[in-house]
């Protein structure tokens, strides 16, 4: 295991920071001495080959795996170790690679069961139906459709969430992830299973959220999409960065070609 890098606080309008994190699972080393900034407001794609440890990052980043070594920064603390739920009561949000919605609740409910660390009243007021539980549920109710609009499924409210086509459960998580207000939001493959017409939907819809003060990070292998929306590409193989740069910098970096891409991308 390597020894931990000098760590410091994030600098102002850093989002996200991280410094030599490093994880291995047995003889497995699944991502090593990754160090990177995301600033505020900044749409970042992190691509790689299968295998490469993007996901197993963003268990380290959202508090499902601890690392063995290197620190992460985030909201201005050191949130290195702690478990999920604080992480997503700061403000750090993701999605899944697979859909993880509750198929026989409806759309609405899919959104308001997200906000329930932002809820007040107890178990008893809910239980008896007293004033405040009832207004707190029609602010609930609210807010789902706000961030059911925001993804375009707000006519979508009463349906069951498994009855959706693919696309729209893409974009429900997606509301559903918006409904516990974050500031970094992580994105795991959102455009996997959609079509072009829904993937450019997609594209749209991230601009919006950047536009909204969120933090984009998504893990992508959808090139298209990657090179049209990034404003910063990272690049991971074997667990290591292996380019980092603008989609220009990155689409052209021989490293890039030979370990993922393959050609440069058109």
């Known amino acids: 295991m390597p ?4 760590m410091s606080p ?7 920071q991280t410094s030599g994190l490093y994880k291995a699972f047995g003889g497995l080393t699944a991502v090593k001495n990754i160090s990177f900034a995301v ?3 900044e ?3 992190i691509i790689g080959p299968n295998g490469a440890g993007k996901t197993t990052l963003y268990d380290l980043l959202t508090g499902i795996y601890k690392p063995d ?4 920064f985030f909201a201005g603390k050191d949130i290195t170790g702690l478990p999920s739920h604080r992480i997503t009561a700061m403000g750090m949000a993701r999605t899944f690679q697979t859909v993880r919605l509750f198929p026989h609740m409806s759309v609405m409910e899919n959104v308001m069961v997200a906000m329930h660390h932002r809820t007040h009243c107890g178990f008893l007021s809910c239980a008896l139906a007293l004033p405040p539980s009832r207004r707190e549920e029609a602010w609930m109710r609210e807010e789902a459709h706000r961030f059911l609009h925001i993804v375009g499924l707000e006519m979508q409210g009463e349906s069951l969430a498994g009855n959706l086509p693919f696309g729209q459960q893409r974009l429900l998580e997606l509301a559903r992830a918006l409904a516990t207000q974050p500031k970094v939001l992580l ?3 959102p455009a996997a299973g959609l079509n072009a ?12 959220l950047r536009d909204m003060g969120i933090t984009v990070i998504l893990v992508e292998h959808d090139m298209g999409l990657v090179m049209r929306i990034s404003e ?3 690049v991971l193989d074997y667990g290591e960065i292996i380019s980092e740069g603008t989609p220009e910098e990155v689409r052209s970096d021989p490293r890039v070609i030979e370990a993922y891409l393959g050609s440069v991308v058109d």
């Open 3 to 6: 020894a931990e890098e000098a």
């Open 10 to 16: 994030l600098h102002e309008g850093v989002a996200l």
């Open 39 to 41: 600033y505020e407001g």
């Open 43 to 45: 749409i970042r794609a």
């Open 69 to 72: 070594a290197g620190r992460i």
């Open 187 to 189: 994105l795991d493959e």
């Open 197 to 208: 017409y829904e993937t450019r939907e997609l594209g749209d819809i991230i601009y919006r």
């Open 232 to 234: 910063k590409v990272m």
